[in-house]
């Protein structure tokens, strides 16, 4: 049998690092035994929907290079691939009246009022459990409610006594009480699906071989298997994912600021390093490996080596990892992508791709960029004692001494590049006899204002540009000449 996998994302906003783990697994799965990746819409719940969810899904899926092979922009015969496409052909409602002849299924009319009235509290939680009050209708009662057009849903007959159980990859067979599930609704009032019915019937006519979800869903997969057996229909491979929680082992919210894909790379994150980052967040390779092309993703994934413990979202792991993508990225593909962000700070006309190679290793994501090349811009304000360096063996006397010797040789270079900058200083040295800090300190003081910088004077001033380079030499010599007045 064909490995067939599917993202089946409800259109509902952003996509939460839960869901992205998951279009990633299933991937994975598939491209791993050569077999289809799959995306499906499902939008039956549309109180949920949201307008422009679904670009965002095709969008964040594309940047993350989780090509599918099929879905509603390609058909490949299985279609249509949103689900209320296949609510209009009558598909569903087709499939829960067979459930209703074997027996599987049921009528239910009853008001808002009484299924109110079945509502109990369990630790704080509002729970409904059906009590099978419309299973005791008459075949000729219920004819006799449909055709007076009474509202009803259908729900699904689950027995109260013995057990279900379904396997899973990870967790081995998994047996829940029957007493435990609920007679779930199989199509709402509105002849809607719910999410839990359209699952079972497109996976099973789409030939869905495995399904990835997260193990809250552990305890109603049983549902699932129950409606696979009243079909006799053979069931998918499950695969549930461990928990993933943030730091503090709370799990991650939808409210958190690096919850969902585009949040990151609003942050400054990469895509290849999220999608890296992501896979890791349950699994490892046999190798223990952390940096992970998508290909060797694909190469090494194996979905039953996948950890039952919950999944920590560690931020300075994915900031370091980022930083990693990003140093070895190339040129032509880091530049186009920092530079809104050297822009952001330095609006004057310079190199804006020098200041952006500057540092290109230094940064751990694009948004660090801003704060660390603000002086290009212009020169902060800063105390003369940065001057001041023990280890370089400088202080405001002998940097003083140093800016006025050096000012009129840089005047009288004709311009400033990274040949005859060193070469100056280093006659400069020579002749004074001095180290090389001496001289290089008070230079990179001056022209950044900084004490860190993400290059040395040589660079900062090739970029500064010669006018500029000068005029703030020219401003710090006055600042050290009125310190030691």
Known sequence: MKVRSRYAPSPTGKMHVGNLRTALYEFLIAKHAGGDFILRIEDTDQGRFVEGATDIIYRTLAEAGLVHDEGPDKDKGFGPYVQSERVKSGLYMKYAKQLVEKGAAYYCFCSKERLESLTSTVGGETITHYDKHCLSLSKEEVEAKLAAGEPFVIR????????????????????????????????????????????????????????????????????????????????????????????????????????????????????????????????????????????????????????????????????????????????????????????????????????????????????????????????????????????????????????????????????????????????????????????????RTAVSGKQMTPGGAYEIMTILGKEESLARIRKGIQMLESSCN
């Open 156 to 443: 699904q007959n689950i027995p109260r006594e013995g057990t279900t159980t379904f396997t899973d990859a990870n967790y081995g067979d998994i047996t829940i009480e029957n007493s435990e599930l609920d007679d779930q609704i199989l199509i709402k009032s509105d002849g809607f699906p719910t999410y839990n019915f359209a699952n079972v019937i497109d996976d099973h006519l789409m030939e869905i071989s495995h399904v990835v979800r997260g193990n809250e869903y552990i305890s109603s997969t049983p549902k699932y298997t129950r409606l696979y057996q009243a079909f006799g229909w053979q069931e998918p491979t499950y695969v549930h994912l461990p928990l993933i929680t943030n730091e503090e082992h709370q799990k991650l919210s939808k409210r958190s600021g690096h919850s969902s894909f585009e949040d990151l790379i609003e942050q400054g994150f990469v895509a290849e390093a999220i999608v890296n980052f992501v896979a890791l967040l349950g699994w490892s390779p046999a190798d223990n490996r952390e940096i992970l092309s998508l290909q060797e993703l694909i190469d090494e994934f194996d979905y039953t080596k996948i950890s039952k413990s919950p999944a920590v979202f560690d931020m300075v792991k994915l900031r370091w990892m980022n930083g990693e993508y990003l140093k070895a990225m190339d040129p032509e593909k880091y530049y186009p992508l920092a530079l809104p962000y050297v822009e952001k700070a330095v609006t004057r006309d310079c190199d804006k791709k020098a200041i952006a190679d500057l540092v290109k290793t230094r940064i751990e994501t694009l948004c660090d960029i801003p704060d660390m090349i603000d002086f290009f811009e212009a020169l902060p304000d800063y105390d003369v004692e940065m001057y001041t360096h023990k280890k370089m063996k400088t202080n405001s006397e002998n940097s003083l001494e140093t800016l006025r010797e050096l000012l009129p040789k840089l005047e009288a270079l004709d311009s400033f590049t990274m040949e005859n900058l060193p070469e100056l200083v280093a006659k400069y040295v020579e002749e004074k006899g001095i180290k090389n800090g001496i001289a290089l300190w008070p230079l």
